[in-house]
């Protein structure tokens, strides 16, 4: 079974900064789709950004970029630039690229911004 | 843009009573799930649902736990006898297929979720 694992429970960083969440995961899968999802504290599940296995590239969306190393099983997401707004959860997550599968989240690292 | 939406917001019950939570997902939507998430925890996948059947659940859902699409639009989770610990936010996500042959992608959406109080 595949698991998912963010060893931070907490961060903070100062407003306008940039700030970087880690997330681990386990596989024997070659092909998978990783993601951050962010969840501020009306708790709604806010997709951030989207990562492919069979892609080199490391996905970017506007201030939100991720590190992907896929040998290391190593998925962290990058702020830049860090905004008020942005203080929320932020949950990695897993899906096996076969079929409809299930998301397999983290744990959760809660993101603090500092005026 | 198209939404999942999600009724209640909160439904507050006593133990052992019977709730629905109700879902509607995406229009063209094919493929349904629910998930759960306890106070200060991860959120946990319960079941997910195509073609009207279940295509696989978690160890959570028991069998207090059932779900149903019973009119084409709406997607329902039944937990039929609460206990306390099913107190937790409820989300319901959709997706449909799209992309290539060989690269299909299952993009989930979630609803903004049931907060579901146990008393």
């Known amino acids: 079974a595949q698991t998912v694992t963010q060893s931070q429970p907490e961060m903070s960083v100062q407003e306008a900064e940039t700030v970087t969440l880690s997330c681990t995961y386990d596989?024997?899968?070659?092909?998978?789709?990783l993601f951050w999802y962010k969840q501020p504290p009306s708790r709604q599940m806010i997709l951030v950004i989207r990562?492919?296995?069979?892609?080199?590239q490391n996905a970017t969306e506007n201030r939100f970029s991720v590190n992907f190393q896929k040998a290391a099983k190593s998925f962290s997401l990058k702020i830049s630039d860090s905004q008020l707004g942005d203080a929320a959860m932020y949950f990695c997550a897993y899906r096996s690229a076969e079929g409809a599968q299930k998301l397999v989240f983290g744990q959760g690292t809660r993101l603090t911004i500092n005026p | 843009e198209p939404e999942v939406t999600q009724t209640p917001s909160h439904q507050v019950t006593q133990m052992g009573q019977e709730v629905i939570l109700r879902c509607v997902p995406i229009?063209?939507?094919?493929?349904f799930y629910w998930y759960r998430q306890i106070l200060g925890q991860k959120v946990e996948f319960l079941v997910s649902?195509?073609?009207?059947?279940?295509?696989?659940k978690s160890e959570i859902f028991d069998d207090q736990f059932s779900v149903e699409r019973p009119d084409g639009s709406n997607f329902t989770l039944k937990i039929r006898s609460t206990k306390l610990e099913d107190s937790a936010m409820y989300f319901c996500a959709s997706s449909e297929r799209f992309g290539n042959p060989g690269t299909w992608s299952y993009e989930q959406y979630f609803g903004p979720g049931t907060r579901l109080t146990v008393t």
């Open positions: 229009s063209n939507h094919l493929y």
């Open positions: 990562q492919e296995a069979y892609k080199q």
């Open positions: 596989t024997s899968e070659s092909d998978y789709y």
């Open positions: 649902f195509y073609n009207n059947e279940i295509s696989e």
